[in-house]
Nanobody, 123 residues
Framework: QVQLVESGGGLVQAGGSLRLSCAAS????????MAWFRQAPGKEREFAAG????????YYSDSVKGRFTISRDSATNTMSLQMNSLKPEDTAVYYC????????????????WGQGTQVTVST
């Protein structure tokens, strides 16, 4: 059974930092692209950051560029998102996703999803 499990969410003050982790099991994702999407209350799920199967290429939405850093460790089947300088508008449920290489920011390109972890940034 393929599983993606996120951890590391929580409550933080504006300007603070959090590190999200995604642990994959059930198969190897070393040849899959991976990404973080997020969904705020009343809004659609949106792309935040993505990383190629090799880890050499990373992609960010304009809203998180310069503040978030995505990384992966294929040896341990894990992916992380370091989030710095957090803002209240970063408040959302963050989802880990994995799928065959394709359009990295496209929600429909991902076959596997985690259950999500809540990030709340207070003023």
């Amino acid at each position: 059974q393929v599983q993606l499990v996120e951890s590391g969410g929580g409550l933080v003050q504006a300007g603070g930092s959090l590190r999200l982790s995604c642990a994959a099991s059930g198969r190897t994702f070393s040849n899959y692209a991976m990404a973080w999407f997020r969904q705020a209350p009343g809004k659609e799920r949106e792309f935040a950051a993505g990383i190629s199967w090799s880890g050499r290429n990373t992609y960010y939405s304009d809203s998180v560029k310069g503040r978030f850093t995505i990384s992966r460790d294929s040896a341990t089947n894990t992916m992380s998102l370091q989030m710095n300088s957090l803002k209240p508008e970063d408040t959302a449920v963050y989802y880990c996703a994995a799928g065959p290489p394709g359009r990295i920011s496209d929600y429909n390109a991902y076959a596997y999803w985690g259950q999500g972890t809540q990030v709340t940034v207070s003023t």
